[in-house]
């Protein structure tokens, strides 16, 4: 049973980090790189311990837990300690009015304060480490709040980042609702926030009261759209690899598909086959498949496949509750009113919906919320930068499922519904930054200032 922060400790928390901040210590370079180098060791070092907690919380293979959050922690905080510098440095800002070239003109970012850090339960490392560094990174205190649905996760960093990190600077605030409302009652000068919409307009109000900004890194119905130019097995490798892991449970798991109808049985041949080839005693036995986070996530999984008025090819099964299992479930026939088509899925359900062509495939997205994702499957370069262009979505990710989410140096985040502000490497440095522009204005170009000055008389100022 894992023990919450003492309601009335969360102001002295919030107060000793704004104490910590004002004495400077977190914004030198030196100290930035330190702590960075620090947490990237945190990760390193308990790297077994981590994924041990991955599994009991989610049933993750050591082998997910790796690569779903651990390892991504540790580059990408090697690489942070190795760009800060970079970063750091003031950008040169060129004018162009020609009364203006004398003057000294800069943008240099500042760190925002002290920060809030909210994550959620199905990626509780990266989600909760990746903010934390760019928080770092930018020369930010912060405060994290892992989710209570991950208790074992949250817990291992609130026992051992103090042992990495300077305890006086960053804080992990363990608890559920009651401790939410009280941190949220508090100013932050930054709140980065991921996890589902409903939760985001909470967060969304409660910053509005001190004008606090925000990072929304929310979800959604990220959809997969596939043409018959496509490698369509490897197409369907991908695509189910990607909805396998973590147990579908990922913010930009492929929700649905979208597919000319003509592929439709050869991509579901494909899908059974690699679906056989990944699990060949079926997902529910193999070890290297995880389960649902919770009771009631499972409940809402199987109301899905009960309600669905679409066919199943292969799963719509569940072990039990014991160990919150549920098979990978393929569905095809899925009219635009089915129940699978309304909420983000997050799970193991992948439903494909026939469509005559591009344009109805457009006109399908752009009925919806704008996603987090848009996937392409295609070799035709016309059919991508048409759906590119007629839709919107947070990122476009073309030939592949998830493994985007990998490359560091391209920004992630939503648009719309699907969230706000931006996330990786420079991205958080920035989120969590400032600008603060300067303009001096040196003593001799006085000379070209004069017709500022009154008396101003007839013809002193020519446009
Ligand atoms: P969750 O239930 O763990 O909640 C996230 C955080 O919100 C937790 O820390 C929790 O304590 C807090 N919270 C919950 N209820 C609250 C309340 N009433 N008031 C204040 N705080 C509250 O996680 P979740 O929301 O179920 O996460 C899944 C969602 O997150 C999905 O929609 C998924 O797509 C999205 N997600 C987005 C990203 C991204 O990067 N865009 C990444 C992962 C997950």
Redesign the pocket.
């Known amino acids: 049973m894992v023990e919450y922060t003492p309601i009335q400790d969360i102001p002295t928390i919030h107060s000793d980090l704004r104490k910590t901040f004002r004495t400077g210590i977190t914004k030198p370079y030196e100290w930035r790189r330190h702590q960075l180098l620090q947490l990237a060791r945190f990760a390193q070092e308990n790297s077994d311990a981590l994924a041990e907690c991955l599994r009991l919380d989610l049933g993750r293979s050591k082998q997910e837990a790796i690569m779903g959050d651990v390892s991504a922690v540790i580059s990408r905080c090697l690489l942070a300690a190795e760009k800060l510098e970079e970063w750091m440095k003031p950008e040169p800002v060129v004018v162009n009015s020609p009364l203006q070239r004398g003057f000294k003109t800069s943008v240099e970012r500042h760190p925002k304060g002290i920060v809030l850090i909210?994550?959620?339960?199905?990626?509780p490392i990266i989600?909760s480490l990746q903010p934390l560094y760019g928080a770092i990174s930018a020369g930010c205190c912060a405060a994290i709040?892992?989710?209570?649905?991950s208790p074992n996760c949250s817990a291992f960093l609130a026992e051992n980042l103090h042992k990495y990190l300077d305890p006086s600077a960053y804080r992990v605030i363990l608890g559920?609702?009651p401790e939410?409302?009280k941190v949220?009652e508090l100013k932050w000068d930054h709140i980065c926030?991921?996890?589902?919409g409903r939760?985001g307009r909470?967060?969304s109000a409660a910053a509005a009261k001190h004008l606090t900004p925000l990072t929304l890194?929310?979800?959604?119905k990220s959809p997969v759209i596939i043409d018959s130019t496509a490698d369509i097995s490897l197409a369907a490798k991908r695509i189910l690899w990607g909805k396998i892991f973590n147990t579908g449970q990922i913010?930009v798991a492929p929700d649905y598909i979208l597919a000319e109808k003509s592929i439709i049985p050869a991509l579901v041949e494909a899908l059974k086959e690699h679906y056989h080839a990944f699990y060949p005693n079926g997902a529910l036995a193999s070890d290297s498949y995880g389960h649902i986070i919770s009771d009631s996530h499972l409940e809402r999984l199987k109301g899905l496949v009960e309600k669905t008025k679409g066919t199943i090819v292969f799963g719509g099964t569940w072990e039990g509750k014991a160990r919150r299992s549920f098979e990978p479930t393929l569905v095809v026939d899925v009219k635009e009113d089915d129940i699978l088509l309304e909420e983000?899925i997050?799970g193991p359900i992948l439903p494909i919906v026939a469509v005559e062509d591009l344009d109805e495939a457009i006109a399908f997205v752009n009925n919806r919320d704008h996603p987090?994702v848009s996937y392409i499957f295609s070799n035709n370069e016309d059919f991508k930068q048409k759906f590119i262009a007629n839709t919107t979505s947070g990122n476009v990710w073309i030939g592949d499922t998830f493994q985007q989410v990998g490359v560091s140096e391209v920004p992630?985040g939503?648009v719309g519904e699907?969230?706000y502000g931006r996330?990786s490497m420079k991205a958080c440095f920035d989120d969590f930054s400032y600008q603060r522009g300067l303009v001096e204005i040196p003593d001799g170009i006085e000379p070209f200032l004069t017709a500022r000055y009154p008396p101003y008389t007839e013809g002193s100022l020519e446009i």
């Open positions: 909210v994550s959620p339960w199905n990626f989600l709040k892992p989710s209570e649905m559920g609702v939410m409302t949220l926030y991921t996890g589902n939760v909470i967060i890194e929310l979800g959604g913010c983000e997050f987090l992630f939503g699907s969230g996330q």
